[in-house]
């Protein structure tokens, strides 16, 4: 079985490498220990050195097992958390020490040794969770994303473990209506400020933060309380240091051979994905998560670099990388149907989330990166001029059904001088709120999965910095509490409604309202699903109309369950009380309109009574198509 997996390795088809490379415990003739396992075929006169031989490097020498390059030793009596490298001489001649590339745990830097640790055993109580999870296409998926070690900030002079942070993380989530946490990468990294994306170990767990277990108690705990974990996973370069995977056998073994390609834009060294052991070393990464540690699905960063070579359209498709994601996504959904595969991609490439049958990449969901940039320079534009631009608030619609989409204001909105997304708003500092309101209530109404970066609930002024905890004094300011108040609803509402969280991708529960109207910047749309109509409609200026007329699909009353202008979110209060009867003829040639207040920078959400026998007959309806929806997920 080992050698099968061997020889799935060097043909990189292997998503479970981790099972046979690296440190185990086992026993062995009666003797427990740890048996070593490394490929390195360039490598020469290979041994492990660690705590318990006093780093000397003739105590434990490597047997090299076949011709492919794999070593290995057993070596009785380790025990656990013991530090360790391997020590040999590289296809340069140079003698070198090396970290193990499959080690599970890792010394906390600036040290740089991998370490001892059995994964197995862990006591899961999280069955339920796990039997009853879906990809969520047509249920609620909002994302809090989360960088574990500044949601809260330091205890002294150290990082809250995995632990504590679900102490805290759990009942907020809970409160705040959020079903889902995308943690920041949690491979093992050198430098602070790379905040995971640049990695030396790809399958030890973050030592900040504690050990592997302590990670699985995290995970348990989240599922237990009804939330999932998605893993955010940089496969497209690694760190430069010379103590992990840059020419670690003296070849260059992980990166690309080719100058002009070994280092990418961000001076780290690019995976080679050609290469099929780097494709086994990768998907057998993103698995082990899965597997080992029940993540709920893996956010792919930087896609646009794997679909084109650095990332640039002009220079061609990688097809070598474009196949190792087809193979990726293939066999990891094989192995775990109801994970999800996120590709947080910038590129215009067809097919992200289409099936490997219909020519697609295979992933599950994309991240609409043309929405964020269209819509954040929106509102970031005075109201005057905003009627030139109005395709940046329409356009996203005209290409949303081509994949499966969230909709991402994350951490890279609100760094390196890019201002948090309360700054970006046009205008006054009240306006900056009023806007940012209406941000968030666009977000929730747009078709498509939400995702928000941590503290964009807090409307900080201050943009995000790993080395501090998020300002959550500003909790004190009524302003400030209004913000987290409205996202909390927001998120209710959408899990209430089937017409914002069922069926989003079909094209059919989407209806324009009001789309044409640039003069006066205000748009509506309506969404109807399964007997939940709701119209959504937005004031992009500070404009108050007394009455204002908006079109709709059907007769009946519209009865407003959401408007951010309401004084409890920090608004002016402009809102409408009572229900609005539809009557027939609206703007822009629709059937139907109602006559609303529609208060300055407000955004509203109205939701028609439907009278009980129309209520019945949707409901006989739904069940045909919900099977039909279920069908297709489970194929996909």
Not at 126 to 135: F, I, Q, V
Not at 426 to 453: A, C, I, M, V
Request: charged share 25%; net charge negative.
């Amino acid at each position: 079985m080992a050698y099968g997996l061997l020889a799935e390795y060097l043909n990189g088809q292997t998503i479970k490498a981790f099972e046979y490379f690296g440190a185990h415990f086992i026993e062995k003739d009666g003797v427990k220990g740890v048996v070593f396992r490394l490929y390195a075929p360039m490598a020469e006169d290979v041994s492990v050195v660690g705590d318990w031989n006093g780093w000397n490097y003739d105590a434990n020498k490597m047997t090299k097992i076949d011709d492919c390059g794999c070593w290995e030793v057993f070596v009785p009596g380790c025990q656990m958390y013991q530090s360790y490298k391997y020590h040999f001489r590289n296809a340069k001649g140079e003698y070198v020490d090396k970290a193990d590339p499959y080690a599970f745990c890792s010394e906390l830097r600036p040290m740089t040794a991998s370490r001892l640790f059995d994964i197995e055993g862990f006591p899961w109580m999280d069955g339920d969770w796990l039997k009853s999870r879906t990809r969520n296409y047509d249920q609620p998926l909002s994302i809090y994303e989360i960088h574990l070690g500044s949601w809260k900030g330091k205890i002294g002079n150290r990082y809250p473990s995995y632990e504590e942070t679900a102490d805290y993380l759990i009942p907020y989530m809970k409160e705040n209506g959020f079903t889902h946490a995308e943690v920041m990468p949690l491979c093992q990294y050198p430098f602070d400020g790379s905040w995971g994306y640049q990695a030396t170990g790809f399958f030890s767990v973050d030592s900040r933060y504690g050990n592997p277990k302590q990670l699985m108690s995290f995970i348990d705990r989240m599922h237990r309380a009804g939330l999932g974990v998605i893993l955010d996973f940089a496969p497209v370069h690694f760190a430069t240091d010379d103590f992990a995977l840059r020419e670690f056998d003296g070849s260059h073994m992980f990166e690309y051979d080719d100058p002009k390609r070994t280092f990418s834009q961000w001076g780290s060294c690019q995976f080679d994905l050609g290469k099929d052991p780097v494709r086994s070393f990768l998907m057998s990464a993103m698995n082990y998560f899965l597997s080992v540690y029940h993540f709920d699905g893996i956010r792919v960063d930087a896609v646009s670099n794997i679909i084109f070579w650095d990332g640039n359209k002009n220079e061609g498709e990688n097809t070598g990388a474009t196949e190792f994601i087809r193979r990726l996504n293939g066999k990891i959904h094989y192995e775990h149907p109801t994970a999800m595969m996120i590709a947080e991609d910038s590129s215009d490439f067809q097919g992200v989330t289409k099936s490997e049958k219909e020519g697609g990449l295979g992933f599950d969901y994309k991240w609409d990166l043309g929405w964020m940039n269209d819509t954040l320079k929106y509102y970031k534009m005075d109201p005057v001029y905003k009627k030139w631009d109005h395709t940046k608030i329409n356009f996203s619609m005209a290409y949303f059904f081509s994949e499966r989409f969230i909709l991402p204001l994350s951490h890279d909105e609100v760094v390196h001088m890019k201002g948090t997304l309360v700054n970006k708003m046009f205008g006054s500092y009240e306006n900056k709120f009023d806007l940012l309101r209406n941000l968030y209530t666009y977000q929730w109404g747009h078709p498509g999965k939400k995702l928000l970066f941590m503290g964009g609930e807090l409307a900080s002024f201050d943009e995000w910095n790993e080395n501090k905890s998020l300002p959550w004094e500003l909790l004190t300011f009524p302003k400030h509490d209004s913000v987290k108040r409205l996202v909390r609803d927001l998120n209710l509402i959408y899990q209430a409604e089937p017409a914002m969280n069922k069926w989003e991708y079909d094209g059919r529960n989407f209806h324009w309202m009001m789309v044409d109207n640039c003069d006066q910047s205000v748009f509506a749309f309506e969404r109807e699903v399964e007997g939940s109509d709701l119209l959504f409609v937005y004031n992009m200026t500070p404009n108050f109309y007394e009455k204002y007329d908006v079109g709709c699909l059907h007769d009946g009353e519209y009865v407003e369950i959401f408007n951010s202008d309401k004084d409890c979110y920090g608004g002016h209060g402009q809102y409408n009380g009572l229900p609005c009867k539809a009557v027939p003829n609206g703007p822009e040639g629709r059937p139907n309109h109602i006559t609303i207040k529609l208060g300055c920078y407000a955004a509203m959400v109205f939701k028609r009574r439907i009278p009980p026998v129309a209520q019945k007959k949707a409901t006989k309806k739904a069940p045909a198509r919900a099977k039909t929806s279920t069908r297709k997920a489970k194929k996909d």
